[in-house]
């Protein structure tokens, strides 16, 4: 678990965050496209721990809370957005969703490392919890737009 301080999982969510930032921005004018780039970032988002030589299912509950939190807030942005309109607020506040979850994680691995090393077993550290997280938010979302902009071009 060596590197995977706070410094290099603020470094990584900072990273990843930019880099959502300019493929969303991209990719706003293509409706059909945002799912898939979001859950190609939610693989992206992964990168860091395999150079770090951490395993996925190391942050496998992180990435299941994230991806089933902004699957269910994608629902809600989509029926509020049946009565307002406006897809960029739904894709805004989804990836919003996914990059704060991220910065969330930072915490939470941070005070799982104080757990272990007070003796206390715990596998999480800064890099796997706010990855993990950012991966599955990016990954909920994803597949919840891919399914609804393929629904409604199949009806």
Do not use: N
Request: with cysteine.
């Amino acid at each position: 678990m060596k590197g995977e301080g706070l410094s290099i999982a603020f470094a990584s969510v900072v990273t990843i965050s930019s880099i959502a930032i300019g493929l969303m921005s991209i990719t706003l004018d293509h409706k059909t496209l945002i799912g898939p780039t979001l859950i190609l970032l939610a693989f992206l988002s992964l990168a860091p721990l395999k150079l770090v030589g951490r395993t996925i299912k190391s942050c496998f509950a992180d990435i299941v809370f994230g991806s089933v939190d902004t699957f269910f807030l994608g629902i809600a942005a989509l029926i509020g957005a049946g009565f307002a309109g406006i897809l960029g607020a739904i894709v805004g506040a989804a990836a919003g969703d996914a990059i704060t979850d991220g910065f969330a994680g930072l915490w939470e691995g941070r005070a799982a490392q104080y757990l272990r090393k007070h003796g206390i077993e715990e596998a999480r550290t800064p890099l796997s919890a706010s990855l993990g997280k950012m991966s599955g938010c990016f990954l909920g979302i994803g597949v919840l737009l891919t399914l609804v902009w393929t629904i409604r071009y199949i009806l």
